[in-house]
Structures are given as structure tokens and as C-alpha cells.
């Protein structure tokens, strides 16, 4: 089975400022998706961001943008120009191309504190 | 468009009590996934369901979980007799199956606290 994995359960950045977060998966598959949610403490899980494995650009939603290094099988998530509203949990999710195989795998979350 | 809608928000109850918990797909979808989320265990996929077909229900605890689709758009998840070590958030989500790399739309959740 495929798993997700990140590294980092938790983190700090300044507002403003420039965070990475960090996953790594493990899949034998060459084609997948990729993607990363928020969960802040209002509890909602929010899409952030998808990567299309074939695809070598990377995905980027205006201050949100991911590296994805296929080879390496990482996908990070990079936040540009902090913002308090950042902060939360978030969370990296594999999903496979193939047509009967919707079921997610989640990483275990990383916690982002944003500080003023 | 209104997104998955779960009921209760909030559940509390005594330790021996049915709890059933709601979910509405969002309309058009076809796959529907109950989730539960703690701080020891992060979030578990419980079952998951393709064409109200249940497929994969490796995740669900123990026989005192059940989860049915009774049509296309609803879903319920019951925990009979529950038990404090069931507190936890349930969340359910739906997403469009036959559409390759479709997210995954979460509901806001049910915070379940079992006395």
C-alpha cells in the first residue's frame, strides 16, 4: 500500500515570511495525484493545492506552490508572504490514477504556527 | 453549489448509547469516505463507499461500527453501544469517481464525545 509521510509535526514561521513543508511518499505507480489540505481550527479540511504526477510544472495557487520532485518522490508545499490565516494543520494526500482506486492516503499532519 | 453536509455537529452522550451520524454528498458525486480523526491517531480512513457499494471497510474498529448508503446522496454511520475510546471527530467526504485525480470535498465534521 502506498504511504504518505511527513516529517515535520510541527512548525513556525514569521508573518511574511516563507515556509516549506515537507512529504514524502512511497508508491510503485508512475501515475498519480497529489495533494495538500488545510485544516485550520475551525476544523474545515480545505484544498489547497493538486499535482498531476505525469506533469513536470509545478502546481502553484497564487501564495501557495509545491515541489515536486517525482524522482525523489517528494512534494512539498511552499507558503510565500505568511499570513496569520495560515496557520493549521496541513496535510499531504496520494491518490491513484487508476479508475477504481479513489481512496486517499494522508500523511499525519504538520502544524503550522504563523507568529506576528 | 452546497458542499457535504454532516449532522450532528456535535454529539454528546452517554457511554452504551446508539450514536448515528449523518452525511449528504454533494449532489452529482459518487464516492462517499468516512473518516476519524484524533490527536493519537490522526485521521483513519473508516470505509468507503463507490456507487453506495461499500468497498474497502478495513478500517472500521470493531463490529459495534456500521456504515450504509441508503441511496446516492446519504450516508449514515452508527456506533452501537459506543464507548469512550469512540471520541474522536467523524469525517465524512465525497468526490467524483470515473473522473481521474478528483479531490476529495470534505464536510465540516462531527465532534463526538462519548461519557
Known amino acids: 500500500a502506498q504511504t504518505v509521510t511527513q516529517s515535520q509535526p510541527e512548525m513556525s514561521v514569521q508573518e511574511a515570511e516563507t515556509v516549506t513543508l515537507s512529504c514524502t511518499y512511497d508508491?510503485?505507480?508512475?501515475?498519480?495525484?497529489l495533494f495538500w489540505y488545510k485544516q485550520p481550527p475551525s476544523r474545515q479540511m480545505i484544498l489547497v493545492i493538486r499535482q498531476e504526477a505525469y506533469k513536470q510544472q509545478n502546481a502553484t495557487e497564487n501564495r501557495f506552490s509545491v515541489n515536486f520532485q517525482k524522482a525523489a518522490k517528494s512534494f512539498s508545499l511552499k507558503i510565500s508572504d505568511s499570513q496569520l490565516g495560515d496557520a493549521a494543520m496541513y496535510f499531504c494526500?496520494?491518490?491513484?490514477?487508476?479508475?477504481?482506486?479513489?481512496?486517499?492516503?494522508f500523511g499525519s499532519g504538520t502544524k503550522l504556527n504563523v507568529k506576528p | 453549489d452546497a458542499g457535504v453536509i454532516q449532522s450532528p455537529r456535535h454529539e454528546v452522550t452517554e457511554m452504551g448509547q446508539e450514536v448515528t451520524l449523518r452525511c449528504k454528498l454533494i449532489?452529482?458525486?459518487?464516492?462517499l469516505f468516512w473518516y476519524r480523526q484524533t490527536m493519537m491517531r490522526g485521521l483513519e480512513l473508516l470505509i468507503y463507499f463507490n456507487n453506495n457499494v461499500p468497498i474497502d471497510d478495513s478500517g472500521m474498529p470493531e463490529d459495534r461500527f456500521s456504515a450504509k448508503m441508503p441511496n446516492a446522496s446519504f450516508s449514515t454511520l452508527k456506533i452501537q453501544p459506543s464507548e469512550p475510546r469512540d471520541s474522536a471527530v467523524y469525517f465524512c467526504?465525497?468526490?467524483?469517481?470515473?473522473?481521474?485525480?478528483?479531490?476529495?470535498?470534505f464536510g465540516d465534521g462531527t465532534r463526538l464525545s462519548i461519557l
Open positions: 467526504a465525497s468526490s467524483l469517481r470515473g473522473v481521474i485525480g478528483q479531490p476529495q470535498h
Open positions: 449532489s452529482g458525486h459518487n464516492s
Open positions: 494526500a496520494y491518490r491513484s490514477s487508476l479508475y477504481n482506486f479513489n481512496k486517499f492516503y
Open positions: 508508491t510503485s505507480e508512475s501515475d498519480y495525484y
